[in-house]
């Protein structure tokens, strides 16, 4: 086997395989050239070849967030890192763990004029759980394998992005077939969080409170135990809340939030205030319920994650750091049911919202809305489902999907900048189906995702396109002038029926509900290529729809 003959090339790639980082993806460059003979030499490693540095790193991402491990993304040096930072702030706020190596000139290079050449060490420091900035000089070799373990291990115990800047020196293409270093392999940490007890404080506040509101965020399939999810459901001072990326499913759980408060009064957001706020998991969606809670504060909040703990509310009073399941485990061993028609009260309106719901659904027009209840109904079941962001992930909210499609969304920024690209990496990774429902912005924003060799055959894209960005129909504000066309919703006529043919994905298009009965009939079906449906919808309708739709239901 071919090797590098640079040994901090050596160092890096040997210290990757020994931690199982085998997913690897370059982006094609000279200064990178030694971990790209590293890396592609060893059969170890399942390596990527992706031009641009931003669709790579949210490919990595997307790989690392169906494995749950990190995989590694390699650029050159000089601009080609910032490129990576998109994807490095998703990762950090969305605790997907992501190793990002750069390579980089050596020292005496930096600031002097000299081509494709920045400050890159340090460059991520207020998005990244740990930068290596490793030295060129060979003496240095112990030193470089303390911070690359140091930042391997960190990535993979806390669950973030970690960067590793690697200068080489020219010539960067010799090849060795003996390796010449033997680095050490730091093991991860055998150190556990033990403290799983509940103290009698939050025992005395659990069994004190009536209006006990539990609210999940983004949280991976298949996180909380059953039984914690049926001491939920049986208590009747408890009312769980969730959304559509909490992947979450109980019927005596509210899973559609807007649907349930958007058309509230003062009185009815007063008796859904909670006595004790519990939330769990990561970022929330709904600008409702945040909302709601900041203007009806719950008296206590609590927020349970082992590692980190968001004042979304203004009102966090503890965090406590356990694992949810632990946590719950221990405090039932405690407390007794309370009295209270809390959980009856909310689940009986929720129930009614639903029968209003549908009313609705069954004589709305051809709209986002009547769009977004076809495809929920078609979607196959034991599948992915990776929403974009803006209008399509607040259109998710609206809907119930059947439990066994599992559900994912870049909310750590909440940007539309990486859909396309993490999802096809998540295909990649990933041995189910993966569908993709995305808006037109979002979309052909990320258009140089399908600039990709990798995608696979079952991979389906739903775009959306409302010819412009439609969530900005729905906020406040004058619509009809040619400043708010040009500058908030960005009114356009592309399509992607020419990138589909450049980049050899099946293409096809809908512009009524009959059409797409048809076209949706067909289109999750065996084939040999991957498959895009674009739906036309009404631009200067949908807002009506749905805004009529919140009216309807109340």
């Known amino acids: 086997m071919n090797y590098s003959n640079i040994p901090l090339a050596q160092t890096i790639v040997q210290l990757c395989e020994d931690k199982d980082i085998q997913h690897i993806v370059i982006c094609p460059g000279s200064r990178n050239a030694p971990l790209a003979i590293g890396f592609t030499e060893n059969p170890y490693f399942k390596v990527y070849s992706i031009v641009d540095e931003r669709v790579a790193a949210f490919f990595a991402m997307g790989i690392s967030q169906q494995t749950g491990h990190p995989a590694a993304v390699v650029c050159t040096s000089g601009s080609a890192v910032l490129n990576f930072y998109p994807a490095i702030a998703e990762a950090y706020y969305s605790d997907i763990p992501l190793i990002i190596i750069s390579a980089d000139r050596p020292p005496h290079f930096i600031d002097i004029g000299d081509g494709q050449t920045i400050r890159q060490e340090n460059v991520f420091q207020n998005h990244i759980l740990y930068s290596a900035n490793l030295k060129i000089e060979e003496t240095f070799q112990k030193e470089n394998e303390i911070q690359l373990n140091a930042a391997i291990n960190s990535s993979i115990e806390l669950k973030g992005p970690v960067h590793i800047n690697a200068p080489f020196e020219e010539p960067l293409y010799g090849k060795t077939t003996q390796l010449t270093v033997k680095p050490q392999n730091v093991p991860l940490s055998t150190k ?3 403290k799983n007890e509940v103290n009698n404080d939050d025992v005395a506040r659990w069994n004190a409170s009536k209006r006990k509101l539990i609210l999940v965020g983004v949280l991976k399939p298949g996180t909380l135990n059953k039984e914690v999810l049926l001491t939920w459901a049986q208590d009747p001072s408890v009312l769980v809340i969730t959304e559509t990326t909490s992947n979450l499913h109980h019927d005596y759980f509210i899973c559609s ?17 909670p006595d004790l706020l519990i939330t769990i998991g990561g970022m929330v969606v709904s600008k409702k319920v945040k909302a709601f809670l900041r203007n009806y504060s719950a008296k206590h909040h609590w927020h349970i994650d082992e590692k980190k703990a968001y004042d979304t509310f203004f009102t966090l009073s503890k965090h406590i ?22 959980q009856k009260t909310w689940l009986l309106k929720k129930k009614y919202r639903k029968l209003k719901h549908d009313e609705y659904l069954n004589s709305v027009e051809f709209s986002d809305l009547k769009v977004f209840n076809e495809l929920f109904n078609a979607l196959p079941t034991q599948s992915v489902l990776q929403i974009g962001n803006s209008s399509a992930i607040r259109y998710a909210q609206l809907f119930t999907l059947d439990p066994s499609i599992s559900v994912y969304c870049n909310r750590g920024t909440s940007g539309i900048d990486g859909s396309n690209s993490t999802a096809i990496g998540f295909s990649v990774a990933s041995n189910e189906a993966v569908t993709l429902i995305t808006g037109d912005l979002s979309f052909f924003y990320d258009s140089n995702a399908l600039w990709n060799n990798y995608i696979p055959a079952n991979f389906r894209i739903i775009l959306i396109n409302n010819q412009g960005g439609g969530i ?5 504000g004058e619509k009809s002038t040619p400043n708010f066309d040009t500058y908030f919703e960005t009114v356009h006529n592309l399509t992607a029926k020419k990138l ?18 048809q076209q949706l009939s067909l289109f999750f079906e065996h084939s040999k290529r991957p498959q895009l449906l ?17 009216k309807f239901i109340a």
Do not use: W
């Open 472 to 476: 900005f129909r729905i906020l406040p």
């Open 500 to 517: 589909c043919e450049m980049h050899q994905i099946g293409y096809a298009s809908v512009n009524n509900e009959q059409e797409l009965k």
């Open 321 to 342: 750091k356990q694992t949810p399941n632990d946590f719950f485990t221990k405090l039932y061993e405690h407390t007794k049911l309370k009295k209270s028609d809390f």
């Open 257 to 273: 939030i807007d649907q349930l408060i958007a058309p509230f009064s003062d009185e009815e957001f007063k008796a859904l205030q």
């Open 192 to 194: 556990k969080n033990t």
């Open 534 to 550: 674009e739906i036309f919808t009404p631009r200067e309708f949908n807002d009506k729809a749905l805004l009529d739709y919140f």
